[in-house]
């Protein structure tokens, strides 16, 4: 069992150690800024964001379902989290922090991941393309000044030339070679001209210093009582949901990438047991992040080493390399997000609208907006996934027909087609005739089913009637599940008694 969980390395598939490597190494550059600007969202100290990305990556990318994805400290994690932070402290959000993962590591346990494919297509375009419009606008912070102003004059001129050379490099160096990542190639050139002409530019070190040692086991201080778990219940459940549905639609979005299948119900176990070990290690907790996978997958990485090395890598850099990496130019990764923005966004949905029913377009559209609107993942794939839905139970009401015809013997059929649920109730019980219908009806279901507990009352109500009136009623053509559901529901409802003392409802077979 444990072999077949936690296997390191697929021996199936052949591992490219430079591309991992080398990838590894971007990502881990482009984890700093992220996970310093993610913790002081959430009002903490930059070092709890860098240890959520040390711990949350390396956990992940050993035990994950996804190789190449890569797992952090996130933004959708810090604004569940701010506001207790700012109410009960640090220690609080560390128990949080192991609870929402007691929670997701649960869900992996009793299989949920597999809720996801309750998620359709127009909700995972509208989530990637909200998720893009966010990367990007959050890089627009990058061009004002420590009063929240914009730069103007030579600072935006200088910051604006070194981003887009930064994008132009990203963008140039794979028509010409691919031996490394272009990303790298950008972050390490524009680190060579800032420092080589003296170039007076923001940098790493201007967000906070991330001068750190091993992350320090840490037991979370607060009172273990019943007062406490209902003040970090929710905030725990609620970070727990969020992280997965995040994690899990990035794996669904790195499976499209790559053509290969990752597992989402091991994903969610590994993303418990990171953000476990994050509490105890004082992290702040996170989940996948779509921008460092894209970035990872799109500088070639497929296994899981180039996870394993990012983590470390950002390790080396808080303990020993903290000097240099603080003079990092931010216009380097600011460009290199910006083309993971440009990159994560779907541009085939745009080609699409004309050929997408209306419905699918308004909750491809809803979620985008609630995506970058509101900044809250979780809501936005709820919302898409409940107008979805409604959406799918309106078309599915309108399609439930009657066919009609009295055969040689003077008995009316009615061959019904389409499911029968609440959304088509009404419109099956309008389909009958029960005053001038002759003594003896067969309703078919030949082409229907009887999917819930209003379809079952419905057929109680539509039997009552003809019962009333002295007509005799065949269901006819029910399928097995449709007889056990009726069978179920005899203990339930008063299903009419015609002929049949067992069901409780004429079932003739064919």
Known sequence: MIKKYFN????SQKVDYKNEILSGLTVALAL???????????????????????????????????????????????????????SHGVEY????????????AGAGVLRLGKLMRLVPHPVIFGFVNGLAIIIFMSQLDQFKDAEGTWLTGTPLYVLLGLVALTMLIIWGLPKLTKVVPSSLVAILTIFGVVVGFGIDTKTVGDMASIQGGFPPFHIPSIPFNFESLVVIFPYAAIMAAVGLIESLLTLNIIDEITETRGRGNKEAVAQGIANICSGFLSGMGGCAMIGQSLINISSGARARLSGIFAAVMLLVFIMFGANLIEKLPMAALTGLMIMVAIGTFEWASFRTINRMPKSDIFVMAMVTLVTAVLHNLALAVIVGVIIAALVFAWDNAKRIRARKHIDEKGIKHYEIYGPLFFGSVTLFNSKFDVINDPDEVIIDFEESRVVDMSAIEALNKITERYHKVGKKVHLKHLSKDCRRLLNNADAIIDVNVLEDPTYKLVVDKV
């Open 93 to 104: 959000i560390f128990a949080t922090v192991i609870l929402a993962g007691i929670i997701q």
């Open 32 to 86: 700093i800024p992220e996970a310093v600007a993610f913790a002081l969202i959430a009002g903490l100290s930059p070092l709890t964001g860098l240890y959520a990305a040390f711990v949350m990556g390396l956990v992940t990318s050993i035990f994950g379902g996804r190789p190449g994805m890569i797992s952090g400290a996130t933004g959708a994690v810090a604004v569940v989290l701010v506001t207790l932070a700012q």
């Open 8 to 11: 390191l390395f697929d021996l």
